[in-house]
């Protein structure tokens, strides 16, 4: 079974940088070919779409997020990042990784982000 394994959530003050990174794992399919995304989900509100990066590099951000957040991938280490500057207490959230391939979508358990002062 595929396991994608976030990390780097947390408390931090409006206007400062978090780094989130999810590592996969345990797959037969090359990281590589995995599209991959970051999503979140506050309270009492639908999961959405924050970021996303497939196998070309190619990037696409939620309009909340551009400009602010940046996805990243580095496929050596099976990893995705999602850096995040000027955060917001809006962007309070429990952030989930994604991985996506063929037929095959995986996400993993979820790291919490607390912008508050």
């Known amino acids: 079974q595929v396991q994608l394994v976030e990390s780097g959530g947390g408390l931090v003050q409006p206007g400062g940088s978090l780094t989130l990174s999810c590592v996969v794992s345990?797959?037969?399919?090359?990281?590589?070919?995995?599209?991959m995304g970051w999503y979140r989900q506050a309270p009492g509100e639908q999961r959405e779409l924050v970021a996303t990066?497939?196998?070309?590099?190619?990037?696409k951000y939620a309009d909340s997020v551009k400009g602010r957040f940046t996805i990243s991938r580095d496929n050596a280490k099976n990893t995705v990042n999602l850096q995040m500057n000027s955060l917001k207490p809006e962007d309070t959230a429990v952030y989930y990784c994604?991985?996506?391939?063929?037929?095959?979508?995986?996400w993993g358990q979820g790291t919490q982000v607390t912008v508050s002062s």
């Open positions: 345990r797959s037969t399919a090359s990281f590589s070919r995995y599209a």
């Open positions: 990066i497939v196998s070309d590099g190619s990037t």
């Open positions: 994604n991985a996506k391939f063929a037929i095959w979508n995986y």
